[in-house]
């Protein structure tokens, strides 16, 4: 007689077990991963992480200290000319509606949160040019609270380790995060994007290179 087809509840036990094998390898791989992007506070984060849309976080690096220079916090920002910000955020791209959007958010902080970014997710996807992802990246790394931030990187490879299906960033979000442990959730965006930059590329995962191969799904396909 064949042995009985395990339950959901197993199902979904034996994926928490691969998942927490995969953080420790990945811990492993990548010990000193930290934000991409420079900043010296909170505002500067959520200002850098607005302009990253649609841009390298190289080149945002690159364009920020002339801006933080200027106006190195909500009050200065809030009282710049949309002119001069424009001017100075214009290698990111898009940059007349990032512009606006830093600016329009600053105005924000000054007049709501007496200049210091929200500590809450509700409170942040209020700020304009501010959604889940940015939020997320505002909490995880500048507040220490667990924040799962969901990029094309953690999206790839996360559907090929096959947590999940979806294209949708929210979706994923919360369809992934319930394998993952919440005190990682920072991390664990942090530690794919450094595998999908170096690894499991977007162009060709090289598998052969991988220290996930033996727990992933799609070992082997390298352009699933
Ligand atoms: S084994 Fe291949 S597809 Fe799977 S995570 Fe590694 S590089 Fe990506």
Not at 47 to 66: F, M, Y
Not at 166 to 180: H, I, L, M
Request: proline share 5%; glycine share 6%; hydrophobic share 40%.
């Amino acid at each position: 007689m064949g042995s009985a087809r395990p339950s959901k509840a197993e199902r979904l036990l034996a994926e928490r077990r691969r998942m927490l094998e995969i953080i420790k390898l990945l811990k492993r791989e990548y010990p000193d991963v930290r934000c991409f992007l420079d900043y010296a506070t909170p505002f500067q984060l959520l200002v850098a992480t607005i302009l990253s849309a649609q841009c390298t976080d190289e080149r945002v690096n690159k364009t920020t200290p002339a801006l933080f220079a200027r106006f190195p916090d909500a009050g200065a920002m809030a009282r710049a000319k949309i002119g001069e910000i424009e001017k100075l955020v214009q290698p990111t791209g898009f940059y007349k509606n990032k512009a606006k959007a830093i600016l329009e958010t600053s105005k924000i902080l000054v007049s709501k949160y007496d200049g210091e970014v929200p500590r809450r997710l509700e409170e942040l996807v209020e700020l304009r040019g501010v959604g889940r992802k940015t939020a997320n990246v505002i909490l995880g790394n500048a507040y220490d609270t667990p924040g799962f931030v969901v990029d094309t990187h953690v999206g790839r490879i996360t559907r090929r380790l096959g947590f999940t299906r979806n294209s949708d960033p929210v979706k994923v979000e919360y369809e992934v995060r319930e394998f993952v442990p919440e005190a990682d959730w920072s991390k664990f965006s942090l530690w794919l994007i450094a595998h999908g930059r170096a690894v499991c590329t977007a162009r060709k995962a090289k598998c052969e290179e991988c220290v996930l191969a033996r727990l992933c799904p799609k070992v082997g396909v390298p352009r699933s």
